[in-house]
């Protein structure tokens, strides 16, 4: 096993139930009281040891009865049903965040999360544009979600909200949009007008790389 040996770039989209902004961010309480969405990756370049991911995508529904560090969470996982036997191998190893160091992004989810359901072997539909500040999540019976810009409740004009963290375990920067997301697998949730963002990401063994 490659452990020490890999490597994910792409794209990466959240959904949560919270008001735009996301008081996670912030160290605060969810708007709610708890936390519940879907979170979904592109991987435009990726490998583990040998193993080529390029394209693969993968994503999870999620549900924490409070403030994420607070833990206690429960996580779905899906994985794209185009990766072959040696993908899944790979990607397993990664989320698992054996060998990875405290704070990587795969180490706080296996921290914070206390139970795993079985994981899915599905089509993950993924769409993503910076430019337009636009995204989607599908995954049949499991959940679907799409973002937009945040508008201004007056003018109808887009409101652009970008945050930047420089030690950020998600990503270091991100445009907070608009999202509606819909869960209709295991863990249930149904709400439009919350918070959403995209961000690009790479992460290593050692974490997420500037």
Known sequence: MSLDNWSLKGKNLVYCNCDFGCP??????????????????????GHFGETRLDGVNFAATYYFPAALHHGKGVMQPIIDERADEKQRE?????????????????????????????????????????????????????????SE?????????????????????QYKEAEFVSGAARGTGEIAFDYAARHSSLSYFHHTPTGLVA
């Open 90 to 146: 790979a990607l397993f190893a990664i989320l698992s965040a054996e060998g990875q160091p405290p704070g990587t992004m795969f180490s706080i989810f296996a921290a914070i999360i206390e139970t795993f359901l079985e994981p899915l072997f599905l089509p993950i539909e993924f769409a993503f544009d910076m430019a337009t500040r636009t995204g989607r999540v599908a995954i049949p019976g499991v959940s679907e979600a799409t």
């Open 24 to 45: 996670c961010e912030a160290n605060a309480d969810p708007t709610h009281g708890e936390c519940t969405g879907v979170i979904g990756f592109q991987i435009d370049e």
């Open 149 to 169: 810009p945040i508008r201004n409740p007056v003018t109808g004009e887009v409101h652009r909200m970008t945050i930047v963290l420089p030690d950020g375990w």
